[in-house]
Antibody, heavy 118, light 107 residues
Framework: EVQLVESGGGLVKPGGSLRLSCAAS????????MNWVRQAPGKGLEWVSS????????YYADSVKGRFTVSRDNAKNSLYLQMNSLRAEDTAVYYC???????????WGQGTLVTVSS | DIQMTQSPSSLSASVGDRVTITCRAS??????LNWYQQIPGKAPKLLIS???SLQSGVPSRFSGSESGTDFTLTISSLQPEDFATYYC?????????FGQGTKLEIK
């Protein structure tokens, strides 16, 4: 069974940093691109970042470019999102999701809540 | 960037109704269009990829179609478990933008 489990969310002050992790199991992690998608409270879905199987291709939404860094460790079956210079508008549930290239995200984690507030 | 415009933003319907949700891309995305269902408090679930390909385990009352840059999700006969929010997403180019969502409510 495919499982994605996010962790690392919490309360952080504006300007602070946080590192999210996503532990993958039940599939060959190294053969899939992975995504981060977020959802602000009561709002819609926003694609945040994608990383290819071997980390050779990395993409970001303009809203997080220069502040967030996605990475992965295929040996540890793990995906990460380093978030720096956090703003109130980054408050959201962050989901990691497995991507079928060009065919959408077919498995999602349960999400981890990041709250940016003083 | 490609903009995805979804309509309507909300919809009231009854069990057994046929409903249609539309998503328009701001430019050609070929068939790189996906539909998701999200129940409150849960992660999104992929229903349809490549505009019309039903994911395994998704009931056949769900279907997708396309006409140029217009895409449609149809639920042929609403069931109680279908009341949720639906999102389209293009996977043609990054950023892989989502539509704003359609909240399907019980009439």
């Amino acid at each position: 069974e495919v499982q994605l489990v996010e962790s690392g969310g919490g309360l952080v002050k504006p300007g602070g940093s946080l590192r999210l992790s996503c532990a993958a199991s039940g599939f060959t992690f190294s053969t899939y691109s992975m995504n981060w998608v977020r959802q602000a409270p009561g709002k819609g879905l926003e694609w945040v970042s994608s990383i290819s199987r071997g980390s050779g291709y990395i993409y970001y939404a303009d809203s997080v470019k220069g502040r967030f860094t996605v990475s992965r460790d295929n040996a540890k079956n793990s995906l990460y999102l380093q978030m720096n210079s956090l703003r109130a508008e980054d408050t959201a549930v962050y989901y990691c999701a497995r991507e079928q290239i060009g065919l959408g995200a077919d498995h999602w984690g349960q999400g981890t809540l990041v709250t940016v507030s003083s | 960037d490609i903009q995805m415009t979804q309509s309507p933003s909300s919809l009231s319907a009854s069990v057994g109704d046929r409903v249609t949700i539309t998503c328009r891309a701001s430019q050609s995305i070929s068939s790189y269009l996906n539909w998701y269902q999200q129940i409150p408090g849960k992660a999104p679930k992929l229903l349809i990829s490549a505009a019309s390909s039903l994911q395994s385990g998704v009931p056949s009352r769900f279907s997708g179609s396309e006409s140029g840059t217009d895409f449609t999700l149809t639920i042929s006969s609403l069931q109680p478990e279908d009341f949720a929010t639906y999102y389209c997403q293009q996977s043609y180019s990054t950023p892989h933008s989502f539509g704003q969502g359609t909240k399907l409510e019980i009439k």
